[in-house]
């Protein structure tokens, strides 16, 4: 295997090269990137929204933006920052679905709601934390963007504080309050579903 197949690609001469308006350029950029941006968007795709449309209004933002970018971090994970409050965007733009109520719930559905929301979130199992992620979203369509999005980071995608700080910008302790409060609620909207079953 050659010497230069395994060489890191160099963003730094690739940038230079699509600042001075090279249309090559640009396009292996757009390559390189997309598996980051798609993966992104994937995990947070908004409702009516087809992932291409939202990769190439990344892709635009990236460009339309290029001479700000500063090298003070990895440009992979300036282009997810992109995407990620590409996706919040898109959230914030979008209706609320429908209330929906306890009784729309098959059983066992409700009762994998009652396990995950209710039990102690260390303790909650982990598969069936997988397995209510459709039902879960249900709710997390309620929250408004930044916390909908601190939770499907933090507790449906298992990443860590520090992993979210990166990929989003927010400080520590930001990301902390937000899914603290998100929970809650979520906690909140789970009871007054229950709420309204008893009515």
Request: hydrophobic share 40%.
């Amino acid at each position: 295997m050659p010497d230069d197949a395994a060489a890191p690609y160099d963003y730094a001469r690739s940038l230079e090269r699509v600042r001075a308006g090279d249309q090559q350029t640009a396009r292996e950029l757009v390559e390189r990137l997309y598996p980051v941006v798609i993966r992104i968007i994937r995990a947070h795709l908004p409702r009516r929204v087809q992932e291409e449309d939202l990769a190439q209004e990344v892709f635009m933002k990236m460009f339309s933006r290029i001479d700000q970018y500063q090298g003070t971090m990895p440009l992979p994970h300036w282009v997810s920052r992109i995407a990620v409050t590409t996706c919040i965007d898109h959230l914030r733009a979008q209706k609320r679905r429908p209330e929906f109520r306890w009784a729309d719930l098959s059983e066992s559905e409700a009762d994998m709601l009652d396990r995950v929301l209710v039990s102690d979130q260390a303790a909650a199992d982990a598969g069936d934390t997988l397995a209510a992620g459709e039902l879960v979203r249900k709710l997390l369509d309620q929250l408004n963007p930044s916390d909908r999005m601190v939770i499907q980071l933090l507790d449906l995608a298992q990443k860590s504080v520090a992993e979210i700080s990166e990929l989003t910008g927010w400080g520590k302790t930001l990301i902390k309050v937000r899914a603290f409060r998100a929970r809650r609620k979520l906690h909140k909207l789970f009871l007054e579903l229950k709420q309204k079953e008893r009515s």
